[in-house]
């Protein structure tokens, strides 16, 4: 505990003496420099240069090495894998993407892991000894102490132990979250929801999600299932079987959205941007392609509807396939909530694209490890793993 309150006080005090770190600790001289030249040995401290005297010996200046050590982050978004390695600061160092072959598996993904891992060593020049270990977001509800996956569509992982199997695989560390639940943390620290303690984020992809910050806490639920939106009764209800997408992503996901399109407009091409598309299309006066718009913009509204009416949220961010909807797509939605609920929250779009992920993986991974020793990494909860 001694050894993280001055790592603490080094990550947000630059260059302090001893002397310093004993105040602003409170902790005793002899305690700090044992301490402070334990972990200078350990590569975890700098001595940076000479201090101003205060009328005695010129104190030596240590700063916290923010390259001791690294991390990774990485999440699957839609058929896309995405990692980087990152420092202690969470200043981004390398990145890497891949796009995985469809349909795919929960042991094609683990193999893309390890390309991925391997690449991002070798552009860095990190060597993995010093990685504190890797935070992944995953489709799906992810139960992060057990780590398994307790509901997942899309990649058959249901029940599995899917944190131990990436571990024995890639020989580090692994955390697991949800991939809507990353990005919100990313877009919460380094975003367009930095300074907002109570937001809701809304994900459209493959599936349909929500990250919920309340109070600048996140908020998970019992279960950590809060936010599986796709599964409120928005649009039309099928009998559904346990383990498959929900009503609300069945109707308005982005995939469902593609086959809409090909339905009522032969000429509708791509799968990626699809309401980009249609938005030039209805631009253009095409009557279906403006039907078809109206309908999903006022389903997503029912979607936003059902959360702001419970969660009462100060800012709303869209990401995934609602970017592109633009200003006049945010007013249409703002018309219809201010019709619908007593209190309509500021709407911005997110700002760090497929960035935020990873991020929001870098910071939950920074905020739950620390390093106790040159070989040690303890996992807030009490596990412990060598770092060999």
């Keep these: 505990m001694n050894r993280q309150e001055?790592?603490?006080?080094?990550?947000?005090?630059?260059?302090?003496?001893?002397?310093?770190?004993?105040?602003?600790?409170?902790?005793?001289?002899p305690c700090v420099s044992s301490l402070v030249d334990e972990m200078i040995k350990e590569g975890l401290i700098h001595e940076v240069g000479v201090g101003e005297s205060k009328g005695g010996?010129?104190?030596?200046?240590?700063?916290?090495?923010?390259?001791?050590?690294?991390?990774?982050?990485?999440?699957?978004e839609g058929s896309t894998l995405y990692m980087s390695i990152a420092d202690l600061s969470g200043d981004l160092l390398v990145d890497y993407h891949f796009r995985l072959p469809q349909p795919t598996n929960g042991e094609m993904a683990i193999r893309c892991l390890e390309q991925?891992?391997?690449?991002?060593?070798?552009?860095?020049?990190f060597?993995?000894?010093?990685?504190?270990?890797?935070?992944?977001?995953?489709?799906?509800?992810?139960?992060?102490?057990?780590?398994t996956v307790s509901y997942a569509p899309s990649t058959g992982w249901m029940g599995l132990p899917v944190k131990q199997e990436i571990e024995d695989r890639l020989g580090l560390p692994v955390m697991i979250d949800n991939d809507v639940?990353?990005?919100?943390?990313?877009?919460?620290?380094?975003?367009?929801?930095?300074?907002?303690?109570?937001?809701?984020?809304m994900y459209?992809?493959?599936?349909?999600?929500?990250?919920?910050?309340?109070?600048?806490?996140?908020?998970?639920?019992?279960?950590?299932?809060?936010?599986?939106?796709?599964?409120?009764?928005?649009?039309?209800?099928?009998?559904?079987?346990?383990?498959?997408?929900?009503?609300?992503?069945?109707?308005?996901?982005?995939?469902?959205?593609?086959?809409?399109?090909?339905?009522?407009?032969?000429?509708?091409?791509?799968?990626?941007?699809?309401?980009?598309?249609?938005?030039?299309?209805?631009?253009?006066?095409?009557?279906?392609?403006?039907?078809?718009?109206?309908?999903?913009?006022?389903?997503?509204?029912?979607?936003?509807?059902n959360m702001v009416s419970i969660l009462d949220p100060e800012l709303l961010i869209l990401s995934g396939e609602m970017i592109d909807i633009g200003e006049s797509g945010v007013e249409k939605i703002q018309d219809m909530l201010t019709e619908w609920v007593p209190y309509v929250p500021q709407i911005k779009m997110a700002a760090l694209g497929n960035k935020a992920g990873i991020?929001?993986?870098?910071?939950?991974?920074?905020?739950?490890?620390?390093?106790?020793?040159?070989?040690?990494?303890?996992?807030?909860?009490?596990?412990?793993?060598?770092?060999?």
Aim: proline share 2%; net charge positive.
């Design 6 to 29: 001055i790592l603490r006080k080094l990550r947000e005090n630059k260059r302090v003496s001893r002397a310093d770190l004993a105040k602003l600790t409170e902790l005793s001289r």
């Design 57 to 76: 010996r010129k104190p030596i200046l240590l700063e916290y090495n923010f390259q001791a050590y690294g991390v990774v982050g990485a999440i699957f």
């Design 116 to 125: 991925g891992l391997w690449t991002l060593l070798s552009k860095s020049g």
């Design 127 to 147: 060597d993995k000894s010093r990685l504190l270990g890797i935070g992944l977001g995953l489709p799906g509800i992810t139960q992060r102490r057990d780590g």
């Design 181 to 201: 639940n990353l990005m919100t943390l990313g877009e919460f620290h380094k975003g367009v929801g930095n300074g907002f303690p109570n937001q809701v984020y």
């Design 204 to 305: 459209v992809g493959t599936g349909i999600g929500a990250g919920i910050i309340i109070d600048g806490q996140f908020y998970r639920g019992f279960r950590e299932a809060s936010g599986e939106i796709g599964y409120m009764m928005v649009g039309q209800v099928e009998k559904l079987g346990r383990g498959e997408y929900g009503v609300f992503e069945r109707n308005y996901s982005a995939p469902v959205i593609h086959e809409k399109a090909r339905r009522v407009l032969p000429s509708f091409e791509g799968e990626s941007g699809v309401v980009k598309q249609l938005i030039q299309l209805a631009e253009d006066g095409h009557e279906k392609a403006c039907q078809l718009l109206d309908d999903i913009y006022r389903h997503w509204a029912y979607g936003i509807a």
């Design 359 to 388: 991020i929001g993986a870098i910071h939950s991974i920074l905020e739950a490890f620390h390093v106790e020793n040159s070989n040690k990494i303890y996992l807030s909860g009490g596990y412990i793993y060598e770092n060999k």
